[in-house]
């Protein structure tokens, strides 16, 4: 596909691209790329600097790094390298896949995320994404996991009459956020339903650092996370979520 400095041409192109996510929001592609990808999953959206300014989203393990990409008279500009088309971006980092971030580590781009996949499932009306596997370009993406995003790790939990802080395995999966006692036990302490779920937000309330809580009609949770990006990323999907059951009733 060669590059045309004809508008039209280039937004035909835009079209075609399918990790294209138009208007996406930041904070939708990080819930987006947090809940339903997979380290090195990407995606392209507009950006809010203007027309011409595009912004590469990459999910880094349990982060989103945001990258600017650039339309000029002679193709796109990505950093230090320049692209006659997209096309060429895609091929790029198809075979050059590491990109360092401003904190010098490394990031590799291993799946373009596609906006028109479906979930294969009838658990929710809304339109959402699934698990790619990783592909060379983004011909070879095949979908790879069914369920609506979900979340795994390790956060520590006020009890509700003895008040000590103890650490709990929880999962996000689907409406449910269980926790457990640890890792490897099978059966939860207790289940949540989202669903009854009214807000969840930073909590500044507890004598603990990277602390959030969610509020339920008989109780409000108090978690805090390893980190504030860790507790961010709960609150984010969860909020994601709380999205998708409010449009849903």
Known sequence: MSYCSDTSSVDDELETLRWYHFDLSRHAAEALLLSNGRDGSYLLRNSHQGPGSFALSVRAKDSVKHFHVTRKSGGYAFGFNEFATLQDFVNHFANEP????????????????PWRVEEPSIYE??????????????NDL????????????????????????????????????????????????????????????????????????????????????????????????????????????
């Not at 360092?100 to 373009?112: A, D, F, Q, R, Y």
Request: aromatic share 12%; net charge positive.
């Open 98 to 113: 590491l990109l360092g971030s401003e904190t010098g580590t490394l990031i590799v781009l291993k799946c373009p995320y």
């Open 125 to 138: 009306s809304v339109r959402v994404h699934t698990v790619m596997q990783a592909g060379r370009t983004e």
């Open 142 to 249: 095949v979908v790879n996991a069914p369920s609506l995003g979900t979340k795994e790790g390790y956060l520590v939990k006020l009890g509700a009459f003895i008040k000590n802080w103890k650490q709990r395995w929880f999962t996000l999966n689907r409406n449910e956020l269980k926790y457990f006692k640890d890792k490897m036990f099978d059966e939860p302490i207790r289940t949540l339903d989202l669903t009854a779920c009214s807000a969840v937000q930073f909590d500044y309330s507890q004598d603990r650092v990277n602390c959030f809580c969610l509020v339920f009609p008989e109780r409000t949770f108090y978690l805090c996370a390893k980190s504030g990006v860790e507790a961010d990323e709960w609150i984010k999907i969860i909020r994601w979520k709380l999205s998708q059951i409010k449009k849903g009733r």
